[in-house]
């Protein structure tokens, strides 16, 4: 007599609460459009992230890149006033290339790990310059091949640099989708690939914004503020254990 083996299911990495509600009836959807919406409103009160800013005010994928690099693990004014300082000395990547290491470490200082990203940058310059012509791509895999670009840097860069679609997930976007159970997802690039088959088109490029300012402010990584949090109806708060 044959045996039929059990066919075993691919494991799940990534879910969304659209999927969950269509394999759970009983469970609700998470209302995205109108959360988004609130968050635009109240989001729209407050100063943009530093790379937004410098993003809306030059309109240069080169400094969206160059911004971006700086500003992973450092505050936002820090980031802003160390673009200042370093763009006065250089625009492009042929002059970032005529500025030694050194250079550029005093002139960021003190964003966080200083030193390596002069290097990093000077780096992902030469590659500008050798391969694409002194242009930074447009193309999502293009990017990822500069030395320091991950897939959150690259995401922006297409998004405020070049206005197309991606959706660029850092921390806070990661943190606070998995709390409204939007998404049930372990890394950042899950959540990537989760909202890109759920989250409507419209947010693709706004959510990293809101999230990042809706995150230093309200839903912090530490005890949130769901006492002043206008999404508090809506938010399931998974994962919470302590807010105020
Ligand atoms: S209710 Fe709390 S956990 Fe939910 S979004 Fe608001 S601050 Fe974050």
Redesign the pocket.
């Known amino acids: 007599m044959s045996v039929k083996k059990k066919a075993i299911a691919p494991r799940r990495l990534a879910r969304t609460s659209t999927q969950s509600a269509k394999a759970d009836p009983g469970r609700r959807a998470f209302p995205i459009a109108t959360v988004m919406e609130t968050l635009r409103e109240v989001v729209g009160q407050w100063k943009k992230p530093a790379v937004t800013e410098i993003a809306h005010v030059n309109g240069d994928p080169f400094k969206v890149l160059i911004s971006t690099i700086l500003s992973l693990r450092t505050k936002d004014e820090t980031t802003a006033e160390a673009s200042e300082r370093l763009y006065g000395l250089a625009e492009d990547p042929a002059s970032m290339l005529g500025l030694s290491q050194a250079r550029i470490a005093k002139a960021i200082y003190p964003v966080g790990f200083y030193n390596t990203k002069a290097r990093t940058i000077l780096e992902a310059c030469r590659v500008l310059i050798d391969r694409h012509g002194g242009w930074v791509p447009d193309d999502l895999d293009q990017l990822l091949e500069l030395k320091g670009v991950g897939r959150k840097t690259a995401n922006l860069v297409l998004t405020l640099g070049y206005n197309k679609q991606g959706i660029c997930v850092d921390t806070h976007v990661h943190r606070?989708t998995n709390?409204?159970g939007y998404v049930t997802t372990r890394t950042p690039d899950q959540t990537e690939t989760a909202l890109r088959e759920s989250l409507p088109a419209k947010y693709w490029i706004p959510i990293n914004d809101w999230l990042v300012s809706?995150g230093q402010r309200?839903?912090r990584p530490v005890s949130?503020?769901?006492s002043q949090?206008r999404?508090?109806t809506d938010?399931p708060?998974k994962g919470?254990t302590r807010?105020r």
């Open positions: 606070i709390r409204w809706y309200i839903c949130p503020l769901c949090c999404l508090a938010c708060r919470v807010s």
